[in-house]
Antibody
Framework: QVHLEQSGAEVKKTGASVKVSCQVS????????MHWVRQTPKEGLVSMGG????????IYAQRFQGRVTMTEDTSTDTAYMELSNLTSEDTAIYFC???????????WGQGTLVTVSS | QSVLTQPPSVSGAPGQRVTISCTGS?????????VHWYQQRPGTAPKLLIF???YRPSGVPDRFSGSKSGTTASLAITGLQADDEVDYYC???????????FGAGTKLTVL
């Protein structure tokens, strides 16, 4: 059974960067399509992007292009999401989630709260 | 504004049947992409409830079912229980955005 364990809550200043980790157990990360989804009271759930198994590349949602970087360390089965140039609008809960069948998210991490303040 | 439109809230009495709609467009649900549903309890991650429009993951009761017609998908919950009083989200793929999209969520109240 796939289990995703995320890193703890973060508090950042405006303009800073944050890096959230997602440790996979029960399955090799290299065989999964890991994605990131964030949630805010205002916008709800928003897909940020992830690994596209069809093309073998990481794709980012257009609105986050240039600010987000998603990486993987297959030696430790850990995925990372780094978001830069933070603003208060980036205050959210960030989830890692595995995409299956190319279209739905079947396993989720517990979420990481990122708070951005000036 | 979400790409997929859900009613903010629905309600029903214990034992009754309720449906939650999810309306999209010709670039997502209407383009024959499957719709998936998630249940989210406060303070926890979303949980996959329905995938591939009509399929239930192992462990999900058959009280939950999904369907689709045209650009609208629906989640039906029969035999309402107090424990069902949480938030529900629909999700699909959008070809115009080349990405995965969610509805804004529906809060179910069991009267």
């Amino acid at each position: 059974q796939v289990h995703l364990e995320q890193s703890g809550a973060e508090v950042k200043k405006t303009g800073a960067s944050v890096k959230v980790s997602c440790q996979v157990s029960g399955h090799a990360l290299s065989e999964l399509s890991m994605h990131w989804v964030r949630q805010t009271p205002k916008e709800g759930l928003v897909s940020m992007g992830g690994f596209d198994p069809q093309d073998g590349v990481t794709i980012y949602a257009q609105r986050f292009q240039g600010r987000v970087t998603m990486t993987e360390d297959t030696s430790t089965d850990t995925a990372y999401m780094e978001l830069s140039n933070l603003t208060s609008e980036d205050t959210a809960i960030y989830f890692c989630a595995t995409l299956t069948g190319g279209y739905y998210f079947d396993h989720w991490g517990q979420g990481t709260l990122v708070t951005v303040s000036s | 504004q979400s790409v997929l439109t859900q009613p903010p809230s629905v309600s029903g009495a214990p034992g009754q049947r309720v449906t939650i709609s999810c309306t999209g467009s010709s670039s997502n649900i209407g383009a024959d992409y499957d719709v998936h549903w998630y249940q989210q309890r406060p303070g926890t991650a979303p949980k996959l409830l329905i995938f591939g429009t009509t399929y239930r993951p192992s462990g999900v009761p058959d009280r939950f079912s999904g369907s689709k017609s045209g650009t609208t998908a629906s989640l039906a919950i029969t035999g309402l229980q107090a424990d069902d009083e949480v938030d529900y989200y629909c999700q699909s793929f959008d070809s115009s955005l080349s990405g995965w999209v969610f509805g804004a969520g529906t809060k179910l109240t069991v009267l």
